[in-house]
């Protein structure tokens, strides 16, 4: 298979597939019930033609009838005035009206016949709508019904994919905030056992830490001050009330 070939088969393929995803079955079957109702509109109008024409012959015929029969009275008058060759005329002219009678029965029964013709194909086009009509409606619920049936289901599938999501968000979460927690907690220990200086801050520099220091160191030399005086002066308070 030449290139040409592969890429015209899969321009096809995909036109295909693009028409399929297009088209609605349901618009379709409308469309094609329209053109049976147009088709049977048709047969109709044909119907109705033939009846016309029919109908015209009809009267065509009863009004020659009437013409032959008023030549037979003419001919009758001029033979009973004496006037044969009135009446032979008379004759000869109801004669051909007779003709013209003959050929349009003749007519009028081709034209009944494709009137019978053209009524039962009506009929019988008017079941096959009638049928083709209740068909389609049945075939549009169901697809009606399948496509609202696949929508839910999509929605629903959607909807649990969507909670799959936010599952998956939460135990994220959930995993850094433990994560967080032990951080925090680790650090504490570290500032408590002295390892990390506290940088909670405070909001102290060096020179205020360094000047704090000295005045703890401070106090404590004049805690050992006072101490070292209780001691001094201890045991030379008994000794002055000996001498009372």
């Known amino acids: 298979m030449g290139l040409w070939q592969r890429f015209s088969?899969?321009?096809k393929a995909k036109a295909s597939r693009a028409l399929d995803k297009a088209e609605d079955p349901r618009e379709t079957l409308d469309y094609s019930y329209e053109k049976q109702l147009?088709?049977?509109q048709?047969?109709?109008r044909g119907v109705a033609d033939v009846a016309t024409s029919r109908k015209r012959i009809e009267l065509q015929m009863t009004n020659l009838d009437r013409q032959a029969a008023k030549l037979q009275e003419q001919a009758k008058a001029a033979l009973g005035g004496g006037r044969e060759d009135l009446a032979r005329e008379a004759l000869t002219r109801r004669s051909g009206l007779q003709q013209q009678v003959g050929d349009l029965q003749v007519q009028l029964a081709q034209l009944q016949e494709?009137?019978?013709k053209l009524i039962l194909a009506s009929q019988q086009l008017q079941a096959r709508v009638d049928a083709f009509r209740t068909r389609k409606e049945t075939i549009k619920a169901t697809y009606s019904a399948a496509e609202a049936q696949t929508k839910i289901t999509e929605a629903v599938t959607g909807i649990s994919d969507e909670l799959g999501d936010v599952g998956l968000a939460?135990?994220?979460a959930e995993d850094k905030?433990?994560?967080?927690?032990a951080r925090a907690g680790a650090i504490d220990e570290l500032v408590a056992s002295g390892a990390l200086d506290d940088m909670s801050g405070a909001g102290k520099d060096n020179l205020t830490v360094e000047l704090e220091r000295m005045a703890s160191a401070s106090q404590v030399d004049e805690e050992l001050a006072a101490l070292r005086a209780e001691i001094t002066e201890?045991?030379?308070r008994p000794a002055i009330e000996s001498d009372n």
């Open 9 to 11: 088969m899969i321009f």
């Open 38 to 40: 147009e088709l049977l």
């Open 42 to 44: 048709k047969v109709r």
């Open 114 to 116: 494709q009137e019978e």
């Open 170 to 172: 939460v135990q994220r």
């Open 177 to 181: 905030t433990a994560q967080m927690q």
């Open 234 to 236: 201890a045991p030379k």
